[in-house]
């Protein structure tokens, strides 16, 4: 057996070992074969690595025509090209504040962050696009400005004021600040991960909490940075906190992070199909953030795609015509002169966008 990271795990692949999320919940039985969703699972309970039993698995070949057609457009090679120089400059100015003790320009920060969302104004379109991003080798740094992205949409979704659009951006740009603190042995170690192991990695939150501590920052940013795992339900860390006791902002970053760990592209296949990540929400989520604010989001992100193609898992091609607010992931699709219910066809399902 082996361990692998997360990102490195391919479907076929057969767990060695029970995995337990930070609460000790089981969350996938030694020998079980790993399906994309099963891999998912993995990334919203925020599993670094697991060990793998070493049978050998062909690497998929990726065959998205959807994501092919994003990435060939206009609108996606300037925002790759936005991104790829604010992420060196981000590094930059991150590497400063922790290394350093540099004063942090807020102003200076947000406003290279925002020049993100000039690439296209349509919420469709820039999520497609964060989808759509390569994997880099700064995932930390490169996390951080899609979750503050994402953030920022999000909270002008919630209908905040332009102030706390801008606040919850900053939330999201800061909030894994203090990963820069944990040791390489240990983010990168191929081995399990002791108990002390894994102590060490929670600590990120209040290592960041303490980098921004006595910066000149609001302390919404700040909670955020400590915050970010609290779980409504109380199986968060690192106080396991409830309910109103956890910051409104770090609740809107804990949705933001989770989900675009979910829906990056992986190395075997293009963005996971945001219907999938949904159906993940509903079944193992909801309870753990603040109702208002993640149906919300899975409501908004499901209606950017009215009107898109997709594949069914019976292999019907259709578009989603119509939103089933109790069951955001099982929308109504038109397959020619057919309505597909999937609110009520319970054995079919949306594979991918087309």
């Not at 925002?79 to 320009?105: H, L, R, Y």
């Not at 992931?329 to 319970?346: A, E, I, N, Y």
């Amino acid at each position: 057996m082996k361990r692998t990271f997360i990102a490195n795990l391919i479907p076929g692949m057969v767990t060695g070992e029970d995995v337990y999320s930070y609460s000790n919940q089981l969350i996938v039985s030694k020998g079980t074969v790993l399906t994309d969703k099963i891999i998912t699972r993995l990334e919203f309970y925020s599993v670094p690595s697991i060990r793998i039993m070493e049978n050998e698995v062909q690497e998929p070949t990726i065959s998205d025509p959807y994501s092919a057609r994003i990435q060939a457009s206009p609108e996606f090679h300037k925002f790759k090209e936005t991104f790829d120089t604010t992420i060196v400059d981000f590094k930059d100015q991150i590497n400063d504040i922790v290394e350093k003790g540099a004063p942090i320009d807020v102003s200076a920060m947000l406003d290279d962050t925002l020049k993100l969302l000039q690439a296209d104004g349509e919420n469709v379109n820039f999520f497609n696009m964060l989808h759509n991003m390569r994997a880099y080798d700064d995932l930390t740094y490169a996390h951080c400005l899609n979750v503050a992205l994402i953030c920022n949409v999000f909270a002008g979704w919630l209908h905040f004021s332009q102030e706390d659009i801008e606040l919850a951006t900053l939330c999201g740009l800061f909030h894994d600040i203090g990963k820069l603190c944990i040791p390489d042995s240990i983010i990168k170690k191929p081995d399990r991960l002791t108990n002390e192991e894994y102590d060490v990695i929670k600590t990120h939150t209040i290592e960041g909490y303490k980098i921004l501590q006595n910066q000149p920052v609001n302390d919404h940013i700040k909670n955020a940075a400590l915050m970010h795992h609290e779980r409504c339900d109380g199986s968060g860390y690192p106080f396991g906190l409830t309910g109103n006791r956890i910051d409104k902002f770090a609740k809107i970053v804990s949705i933001a992070d989770v989900y675009d760990a979910m829906t990056a592209a992986r190395v075997y296949r293009g963005p996971l199909c945001p219907f999938t990540v949904i159906d993940i929400f509903e079944k193992e989520g909801l309870q753990k953030y603040e109702s208002e604010y993640i149906l919300c989001f899975l409501k908004n992100v499901v209606l950017t795609y009215i009107g898109q193609r997709v594949r069914l898992t019976n292999g019907q091609e259709g578009d989603v015509v119509f939103i089933n607010p109790q069951q955001l992931s099982r929308p109504m699709v038109k397959c020619g002169d057919t309505f597909v219910d999937l609110s009520k066809q319970k054995d079919i399902a949306i594979e991918r966008l087309l």
